[in-house]
């Protein structure tokens, strides 16, 4: 029976980001964004007096297409499209069993908090395997054993509200990468991993992965793409589902490969936590899986729709 070690490294790639510009300040006064041009609409005030302090930027203003938009000018800093992008995986050496989850409360009951934080990502995994379902969130608080969420996303109709076996898991997501580690033929090989963004775009966003080769090791032999919409045991597969509101196609598993491919989208801004999607990537080996590392860098890209 062969044995192999996984790994898939996560790199983001915001294409589209918010910057900070400086504010001109006082004590009693702010002048924001003070391009000396023409035509301005945005307004620096303070207690007492407002100031629209935009003079002769003629060429300002915003051009679209099919496919692009242009924000002219040197106001177009001062944007509402700005992007917050967190892609996080689980961290295995955190593992608690949870015996209760309250998805309307956002609380989860677990064995231990002591890995746990307030701010925290993590992941609550039900039937851990390759028909796990998820949620994410992120610690507010911590009573005892009891983490709260400000919010959950991913399997939220359909998870129970009692663990049932010994299969049922919380994770810190804290990582940049899913070590498999050493597999065995006939087992069911999972990683959560997440997918945060959070943008005021009224035109939403789009979430994207691409891997930079297929799974595969230092000889170029390849870990079979899943191609029938689902990851099973006896068969080399390798593939990824997402779960939730935003997630694009959920709940099937899609192949990692070097086509870029959607996995999370909205055509309104994003929730005022944030919006999450957990993404589940599976691998199955069989007997005549080759021997070796084999690994894959997946990178996600994040857009704003226009």
Not at 131 to 141: F, H, L, M, W, Y
Request: net charge negative.
């Amino acid at each position: 029976m062969k044995r192999c070690i996984f790994i898939v490294s996560l790199f983001i790639v915001p294409l589209l980001c918010g910057g900070s510009v400086l504010a001109m300040t006082s004590t009693n006064y702010i002048v924001n964004w003070d391009s000396l041009n023409q035509g301005g609409n945005d307004v620096g005030t303070s207690t007492s007096y407002s100031i629209r302090d935009t003079m002769g930027e003629l060429a300002s203003g915003t051009s679209t297409s099919a496919n692009y938009k242009l924000t002219a000018g040197y106001r177009a800093q001062d944007s509402a499209e700005a992007l917050s992008f967190v892609v996080k995986s689980q961290n295995n050496s955190t593992q608690v069993h949870y015996d209760a989850l309250n998805i309307s409360l956002t609380t989860v009951n677990v064995s231990s908090t002591a890995a746990f934080s307030v701010g925290d990502y993590i992941a609550v995994v039900q039937d851990q395997g390759f028909s796990e379902k998820v949620i994410v969130g992120r610690v507010t608080a911590i009573v005892g054993t009891v983490m709260t969420l400000d919010a959950p996303y991913g399997a939220t109709g359909v998870m129970s509200t009692a663990s049932s076996n010994n299969n049922d898991y919380v994770y810190q997501l804290s990582g940049s990468t899913a070590p498999f580690g050493s597999l065995t033929a006939g087992s069911e090989n999972v990683y959560v991993t997440m997918s945060s963004v959070q943008t005021l775009s009224s035109s939403g966003y789009t979430v994207y992965i691409q891997g930079n080769q297929l799974l595969q090791n230092v000889g170029a032999q390849a870990i079979t793409t899943v191609s029938d919409g689902a990851v099973s045991v006896g068969s080399e597969e390798y593939g990824a589902s997402t779960t939730g509101t935003r997630a694009y196609l959920p709940d099937t598993d899609l192949g990692v490969t070097t086509t870029q491919r959607t996995i999370q989208t909205s055509n309104v801004a994003s929730a005022k936590p944030a919006d999450r999607v957990p993404i589940i990537y599976k691998l199955s080996i069989t007997g005549s899986t080759a021997s070796g590392a084999y690994s894959q860098t997946v990178f996600y890209t994040l857009t704003v729709n226009y």
